[in-house]
């Protein structure tokens, strides 16, 4: 970037920043939704939900079914 533009956009710096910083929140969300790790420790901690019967069957399937298909890398499942 040249001098002459440098200056000429540095009103859009805070902008640039902003964006900066919001396309990284996105990056980590989204590693940390497709984490193995992570999706593991939430099939766990759903089990154990539905074993003390704090689940119906109808929702546990369905969680289920969504964190096993995140799991496998099929990225097409919508959140709910």
Same mark, same amino acid.
């Given at each position: 970037?040249?001098? #002459?533009? *440098?200056?000429?956009?540095?009103?859009?710096?805070?902008?640039?920043?902003?964006?900066?910083?919001?396309? +990284?929140?996105? +990056?980590?969300?989204?590693?940390? #939704?497709?984490?193995?790790?992570?999706?593991?420790? @939430?099939?766990?901690?759903?089990? +154990? /939900?539905? /074993?003390?019967?704090? #689940?119906?069957?109808?929702?546990? /399937?369905?969680? /289920?079914?969504?964190?096993?298909? #995140?799991?496998? *890398?099929? @990225?097409?499942?919508?959140? +709910?």
């Amino acid at each position: 970037m040249g001098l #002459l533009s *440098g200056i000429l956009t540095l009103p859009f710096a805070p902008v640039r920043g902003v964006v900066w910083v919001a396309d +990284q929140m996105a +990056q980590a969300a989204d590693r940390e #939704l497709h984490d193995p790790a992570v999706i593991r420790s @939430r099939l766990a901690a759903l089990n +154990q /939900e539905y /074993e003390e019967g704090h #689940l119906s069957t109808e929702a546990f /399937e369905r969680e /289920e079914d969504r964190l096993l298909d #995140l799991l496998h *890398g099929r @990225r097409s499942v919508v959140c +709910q």
